[in-house]
Nanobody, 127 residues
Framework: QVQVAESGGGVVQAGGSLRLSCTPS????????MGWFRQTPGKEREGVAL????????YFADSVAGRFTISRDIPQNTFHLQMNSLKPEDTAMYYC????????????????????WGQGTQVTVSS
C-alpha cells in the first residue's frame, strides 16, 4: 500500500523559513519523481518544486525560484522542501506527491502527472 506522509507546516512571519518533509512508502523511488504542490481555495493546485529521485534533476516554479530548495535524504527515504524568505502569498496548503512521469516542465506542472498524494500540510505566512 502506497502512503505519502508530510510534516513541517505551520505559521511563520514574512521573511522567515520553514522546512517541509515527505516520506513516501510502498514505492520503489528510483523510478519516481517527487513533488511539492500548493493550493489555495478556488485555485488550481500549483507545482512549486519537483525532484527526480535518481539524478537529482529539479524544477522550481518562478514564484519560488531562489527561495525554495528541494533535497533528498536517501537513507531516510525522505525528501524536504526548504522554504526561505517566505512571503504572505506563499500561504497555502502544501501537498507532497509522487509520480512516474517527468517532462521538461516550463511554468506549469500538470497535477495529473503525479499519482500518489499526501493529505497536505498548511503553511501560513503572516505579514
Amino acid at each position: 500500500q502506497v502512503q505519502v506522509a508530510e510534516s513541517g507546516g505551520g505559521v511563520v512571519q514574512a521573511g522567515g523559513s520553514l522546512r517541509l518533509s515527505c516520506t513516501p512508502s510502498g514505492l520503489s523511488l528510483d523510478n519516481y519523481a517527487m513533488g511539492w504542490f500548493r493550493q489555495t481555495p478556488g485555485k488550481e493546485r500549483e507545482g512549486v518544486a519537483l525532484i527526480r529521485w535518481s539524478g537529482e534533476t529539479t524544477y522550481f516554479a518562478d514564484s519560488v525560484a531562489g527561495r525554495f530548495t528541494i533535497s533528498r535524504d536517501i537513507p531516510q527515504n525522505t525528501f524536504h522542501l526548504q522554504m526561505n524568505s517566505l512571503k504572505p502569498e506563499d500561504t497555502a496548503m502544501y501537498y507532497c506527491a509522487a509520480g512516474t512521469k517527468w517532462r521538461n516542465y516550463k511554468g506549469y506542472v500538470p497535477p495529473d502527472d503525479f499519482r500518489y498524494w499526501g493529505q497536505g500540510t498548511q503553511v501560513t505566512v503572516s505579514s
